[in-house]
C-alpha cells in the first residue's frame, strides 16, 4: 500500500490547480475592473472637454436648437458615467469575490501541502526507526555471536589446559 503523503499527493494536486484557476479569475476580474476605471475616465474627460468648448462657444452666438442638443448630449454623457460608476462597482464586488475564493483556495492549498509535509515526516521518522531497529538487530546478533565465540574459545582453552596436564 502506498504511504498516506503519495495517496493525498493527487487531492493536493487538485487543489493547486484550483487555486491557480481561482488566481486566473482574480487577475481577469481585475483587468476588467482597470478597463472599467479607463473607460469612466476617457467618459469624464470627454464630457468636461465638451462641456468647455461649449462654455466657448457661448461667447459668441448660439441658437436655442443648438444649446438644447448640448444639453441633451451632456445629459445623455452623464447618465453614462453614472452606469459606468455603478459598473464599477459592480466590478470591484468581483473583485472582492473572486479574491475571497481565491484565498480559501489558497488556504485548502496550503493545508493539503501541510497535511503531505507532516506525513512525509512521520513516514520518515517511521523508515528511521525501522532501519535503526534493523541495526540494533545486527549489532545485538554480532555482539551475541562475538559472546558465543569468546565462550567457545574459552571453553577449547581450558580444554586444551586440561588436557596437557
Known amino acids: 500500500m502506498k504511504p498516506r503523503s503519495q495517496r493525498l499527493q493527487p487531492v493536493a494536486d487538485v487543489a493547486q490547480r484550483n487555486e491557480a ?58 447618465d453614462a458615467i453614472r452606469q459606468q460608476q455603478a459598473e464599477i462597482v459592480k466590478l470591484e464586488q468581483n473583485v472582492h469575490v473572486c479574491l475571497t475564493r481565491w484565498q480559501d483556495a489558497r488556504r485548502q492549498q496550503k493545508s493539503l501541502d501541510g497535511l503531505i509535509d507532516r506525513y512525509r515526516d512521520e513516514e520518515l521518522l517511521q523508515r528511521e526507526r525501522k532501519q535503526q531497529a534493523r541495526d540494533d538487530d545486527m549489532a545485538g546478533q554480532r555482539w551475541l555471536r562475538q559472546r558465543q565465540q569468546q565462550a567457545q574459545d574459552t571453553h577449547a582453552a581450558s580444554d586444551a589446559a586440561g588436557a596437557g596436564t
Open 21 to 78: 484557476q481561482h488566481m486566473k479569475l482574480v487577475a481577469a476580474a481585475r483587468q476588467r475592473l482597470a478597463d472599467g476605471q479607463h473607460k469612466l475616465l476617457q467618459l469624464t474627460e470627454y464630457r468636461d472637454e465638451y462641456r468647455q468648448g461649449l462654455d466657448r462657444q457661448r461667447g459668441g452666438v448660439i441658437n436655442l436648437t443648438q444649446l438644447q442638443t448640448a444639453r441633451h448630449f451632456l445629459q445623455r454623457l452623464d
